[in-house]
């Protein structure tokens, strides 16, 4: 007969282990929040062994690179249509998936693409923010750009996402103006962009998913 220390222990040890299988996902990938970072090399380690590349920090974020163990974290914000209202598109898992390998071939190409959003908290990712090249008329802008999980809203985070993107283009990427394309009708991210410097430059016309919608450039100076 195990003694009952041991079978305590057992227990125990059984319940540790059934806990950390029911937080790998259908897809074999574990949630942000399970990243372990190393701050003075920039790198995170998640409970799967993949490493993550961190580009910025603020007061409550991290933002780094998203990799394929993102997936899903990525579907619970393209995939809500409230949060991509402004796009009037209904994304598909082909269509997240597309969006994803298209981060990650920014980074190759430019070094910079839309990030993971993470909270220092938590480690949860949160949403997306980044330095995207955009088209506009005849040329190409630095465009600041961000998305959040609906269930973290009204908390400040976009504001501070967006701040330190713009920190890292003037400062890490030497840009002496960014912008913010932003559809007529986005109040939200309209605030967002003004609480952050940027002042209304323009008003333009661009081709999205279901036709021609409204926008508008925003832009702050070094």
């Avoid at 074999?28 to 993949?50: D, E, N, Q």
């Amino acid at each position: 007969m195990i003694p009952c220390v041991q079978c305590k222990l057992l227990v125990i040890l059984l319940y540790m282990v059934s806990c950390f299988f029911q937080t790998i996902r259908s897809d074999g990938s574990f949630p942000s929040y399970l990243i372990t970072w190393k701050l003075s090399t920039k790198t995170g380690i998640c409970a799967s062994g993949v490493e993550y590349k961190m580009i910025l920090d603020t007061e409550r974020l991290f933002l780094r690179e998203m990799k394929q163990n993102d997936f899903q974290d990525l579907a619970e914000i393209l995939q809500n249509p409230r949060v991509m209202y402004a796009y009037e598109h209904d994304f598909s898992d082909n269509d997240v998936q597309a969006w994803l390998d298209r981060q990650i071939e920014r980074y190759k190409k430019y070094g910079f693409g839309l990030w993971a959003v993470v909270l220092k908290d938590t480690n949860e990712m949160i949403g997306q923010a980044g330095l995207t090249m955009q088209p506009y008329k005849n040329t190409e802008v630095l465009e600041i750009g961000y998305l959040l999980k609906e269930k973290f809203w009204h908390y400040g985070y976009a504001r501070e996402a967006a701040m330190g993107c713009k920190k890292y283009a003037f400062e890490n990427l030497n840009r002496a103006k960014v912008y913010s394309i932003i559809k007529s009708d986005n109040l939200a991210s309209m605030k967002i962009a003004e609480s952050i410097g940027m002042i209304k430059e323009d008003e333009f016309i661009t081709q999205y998913y279901n036709g021609e919608m409204l926008h508008f450039l925003y832009s702050v100076h070094k």
